[in-house]
């Protein structure tokens, strides 16, 4: 629970400080960096190798001798471990921006540091809430089923898990211009401001769509919204122009594009009317 408080709670001040130094920031941003992906890849696989039984994570000799000086029991080194457990997994999720998390967030990054802090917290208090419970009412541990050999199996669940991650975060380490989203797909073009001027002189109706490759909340409105065949045949009825503009890499044309009505989350849609 610490672990997720305290991320949320830096990543808020992280942000709040660039704003006051006039760097734009987004969501999920730290997956557009190569550096930060081979670093997650890295520790993702150790973790995997880990759970597969082949080493196991030991703490260095002298933090060993430190703990044994305090007179602390081998079974308190899983605060420290557990407190790490909670800082991967929020950074691992700040990607996927849901509908509620996108809003907060937005909200957030427009707002006096008070209020962004604040809302920072309480989106942490929101996913460590799990944790929290077991806390104040820890005899629900009773309910859960006993060690044994199934744990085993359930070990290998996990790594088999973390594989999967670790090939998606290599999916989008290898991301490149080839692999970008198909804008002549289903009729849609790559954005740019001076397209949308060009349509809206036209007098043309223009949707614009902001993804990226490692947003999984993207893809899921990409399949089932605009990939709909109703939504398709309304478009095309109506002769929309649509735009996509891909963030899967830096790009701070569409980070300004976004800021610009206040969203700091990913996916964004806005649909445009020379009448409006």
Do not use: H
């Amino acid at each position: 629970v610490l672990g997720i408080i305290t991320t949320f709670l830096l990543i808020g001040l992280i942000t709040y400080m660039l704003r006051i130094l006039g760097i734009s920031v987004g969501w999920g941003l730290q997956f557009q960096s190569k550096i930060f992906i081979i670093t997650i890849i890295i520790t993702l696989t150790l973790f995997t190798l880990n759970l597969l039984g082949y080493f196991d994570i030991k703490l260095p000799k002298f933090v060993n001798k430190i703990i044994n000086r305090k007179n602390l029991n081998e079974n308190q080194n899983i605060y420290f471990k557990n407190y790490l457990t909670g800082i991967l997994s929020t950074i691992l999720a700040t990607p996927c921006t849901a509908p509620f998390v996108g809003t907060a967030v937005s909200i957030a990054l427009t707002q006096s540091f008070l209020i962004s802090i604040l809302i920072f917290f309480f989106m942490a208090l929101g996913k460590a809430f799990p944790y929290i419970a077991f806390i104040f009412y820890p005899n629900i541990l009773s309910y859960l089923p006993k060690p044994g050999k199934w744990f085993l199996y359930l070990k290998y669940f996990f790594a088999m898990l973390l594989l999967l991650t670790i090939i998606w975060l290599f999916s989008l380490l290898t991301n490149n211009n080839k692999n970008r989203y198909e804008y002549k797909l289903n009729g849609w073009e790559e954005f740019s401001y001076k397209k949308i001027e060009k349509y809206l002189k036209e007098d043309k109706l223009i949707f614009v769509d902001v993804t990226a490759k490692w947003c999984i909340t993207c893809k899921i409105n990409k399949k089932l919204v605009l990939e709909d065949k109703e939504i398709i045949e309304l478009f095309n009825k109506n002769e929309v122009k649509k735009l996509r503009a891909d963030w899967t890499d830096r790009d701070s044309q569409i980070l300004e594009y976004i800021s610009s009505y206040n969203k700091y989350g990913i996916p964004f849609n806005i649909l445009y009317s020379k009448k409006d």
